[in-house]
């Protein structure tokens, strides 16, 4: 406790203030309220989260270009970030499933190792994607 570290004539002035049994102090020292979640449920759900998001900039990405044919509002000013943003919900979902590997969780290891593969195809996919419609770039060097 605090009231130890300090000089004893201080702990003695301190013990006889009335305002240290007040009610606001007392509510200073409570705990805060904190919610703790087990990492294998949040690493997975991150992952999948990423995964629908990836998904739908993707596929708003092959309608612009195969289907109206234009390229103007595209994520191609975002390729850098969706990529990292692609390897990083790869690694979530690798954390998930060796969190869920470990704890022995047979039905949430099944679901983090199925996002682990969706998630990497999406990124082979995006990946490819970016190859094929290069030409559409304008980019400037």
Sequence with gaps: MVLSRLPRWTRRSL?????????????????????????????????????????????SDLTLHHVAQTAERSSHRYTVTLMLSHVMSFYLSL???????QAGARRLSAVALLSTCLNLTLFLARFSFEFVVIQYRGELY
Excluded at 37 to 45: A, E, Q, S
Excluded at 95 to 101: D, E, F, Q, R
């Design 15 to 59: 013990r006889s203030c009335p305002w240290l049994d007040s009610p606001l102090l007392a509510a200073c020292k409570r705990r805060v309220f904190t919610v703790s979640l087990p990492k294998k449920d949040v690493y997975t759900g991150l992952s999948l989260a990423l995964f629908l998001l990836h998904f739908g900039v993707l596929m």
């Design 95 to 101: 954390l998930g499933s060796v969190y869920s590997l």
